[in-house]
């Protein structure tokens, strides 16, 4: 999103976010930013350039303009310390939950309401992932993230409870990768067979998955990856 100093959110010290880096991005969420991100999800739903927006380019993944709009958020999601924003927080991740959806579902809401065609893509992360109460339009496409296959069972239900949610498939993002671990060369995480089985099992609620394969060296992963493409 363009830079706007006044949606960073607020500290417990009283002081704003403003740190650059990994995790820079972190939101107010009663700031009026709200109002930003529907008029970007229009600009990139309409196909307007970028420049629209005050910004050189769309950010690099979510969206499609003229088809989807990526509503994601920044990962580490810091709790904004304002009132407002703290009425949510400090209901644990039931809160959190309701407050991330809630805005998705505004903007999908509005988007539907003035005419605006295409998705509104949102990645069910974190301390997020859990199916909220809020109800979701049908113009929300949801991304669940899991371990994978690596912890095979895990998330099976919740992932049939999206989509008895939505009334429809979602995709996944999965971690079947050496991640933080690339410390340890030379140990291989080919596993084909537990991708295999994965995959099968999750099959009836998904549209498709994207594997994250972070890796030392990439004959690794080459089973793997041709499971997946099967």
Known sequence: ?????????????????????????????????????????????????????????????????????????????????????????KKGEKGVTELIWGTVANTASRLQRDGIKGQVSMLAYANYKEVPDVKLPDNVTVMLTLRGPWSENIGLDLAKRWTEKLNCKIWLWNYPCKIMKLNLPGISCSTPRAIGRYYKKFAPYIWGAFMESHVDRTSYQLMNYYVFGK
């Open 1 to 89: 999103f363009p830079t706007r100093r006044s949606s960073d959110l607020l500290k417990a010290d009283g002081t704003r976010y403003l740190a650059p880096g990994e995790f820079s991005g972190q939101l107010c969420f009663h700031s009026g930013i709200m109002e930003e991100i529907y008029r970007d999800a229009v600009a990139v739903l309409t196909n307007q350039p970028p420049s629209s927006r005050g910004v050189s380019r769309w950010a690099f993944w979510g969206h499609t303009p003229g088809k989807v709009f990526g509503h994601h958020y920044q990962d580490g999601l810091y709790p904004c310390h304002c009132e407002k924003c703290q009425v949510w927080f």
